[in-house]
């Protein structure tokens, strides 16, 4: 093709037809440029729908990840509300001392995991995949980007909250070991020695465990917004 187009541009020299040569340079450029947008073009698409699916892909390992996580946070959440009874029940309680309609010699019975605080962690790590790949280019949602970032940084959060409170958890353990003694079921501690150190320790534990249950009830809230977003 390339020697038959250089023919007859020698052709058209050696008839000294300048324009008509003029006007078929011009023609071939205008080819070469079609074929090279036509090329452009159709790279483009292959390059496309390699990326969408490499995008779907991340979106079925997605929904892998946040169905687990979901079913989890559920049952994690609905676990939680089982102490909530003891907290009513010490609430009371310390409430009746401080009007004293109760000394502090009263017995309470208060679960040895009052303090317990379990960390979420995720079973896959495919968000941190598509941000160090640099493959979160390729979600096309904006909104669903910002709902993983969301979701991440509440993952992280709880985290954070299990590290900043352990501290006082552990004051408040410490306080049951020297003053309580464990019933004959080894779920509930008696504790009979109700001083202001014992109120205030466990004001501490009750603020945290508000604050924990807050943030997992938030991730769980998160995590259902994410799936939604995935499979719509």
């Known amino acids: ?19 008509k040569y003029l ?21 483009n698409q292959n390059t ?27 049952k994690f959440n609905t676990n939680m509300q089982f102490i909530n009874p003891y907290l009513h029940k010490l609430d009371s309680i310390l409430q009746s001392i401080e009007k004293n309609d109760l000394g502090m010699n009263e017995v309470v019975q208060i679960p040895v995991f009052l303090t317990l605080q379990t960390q979420f962690i995720t079973e896959t790590t495919v968000i941190e995949e598509l941000n160090s790949t640099g493959n979160m280019s390729l979600i096309q949602n904006i909104e669903l980007k910002d709902a993983l970032v ?65 943030s997992m009830t938030t991730l769980e809230e998160e995590c259902a917004h994410v799936l939604n977003l995935l499979r719509s």
Do not use: C, P
Not at 23 to 43: D, F, P, R, T
Not at 179 to 200: C, Q, T, W
């Open 150 to 214: 969301t979701y991440q940084n509440a993952v992280s959060r709880q985290i954070f909250m299990i590290a900043n409170t352990s501290e006082s958890n552990s004051k408040f353990d410490d306080y049951l070991i020297e003053h309580g003694a464990l019933k004959g079921s080894f779920y509930d501690i008696e504790v009979n020695y109700l001083n202001d150190e014992f109120v205030n320790r466990y004001w501490f534990v009750k603020a945290n465990k508000k604050g924990f249950s807050n």
């Open 1 to 19: 093709m390339i020697k038959f187009f250089r023919r007859i541009r020698k052709t058209l020299i050696e008839q000294g037809k300048t324009t």
């Open 23 to 43: 006007k078929y340079a011009i023609g071939e450029i205008l080819l070469v440029v079609i074929g090279i947008l036509i090329a452009l073009g159709v790279n």
């Open 48 to 74: 496309l729908k390699k990326e969408r699916k490499i995008e779907h892909e991340y979106k079925e390992r997605l929904i892998a990840q946040f169905q687990k996580d979901s079913i989890f946070l559920a």
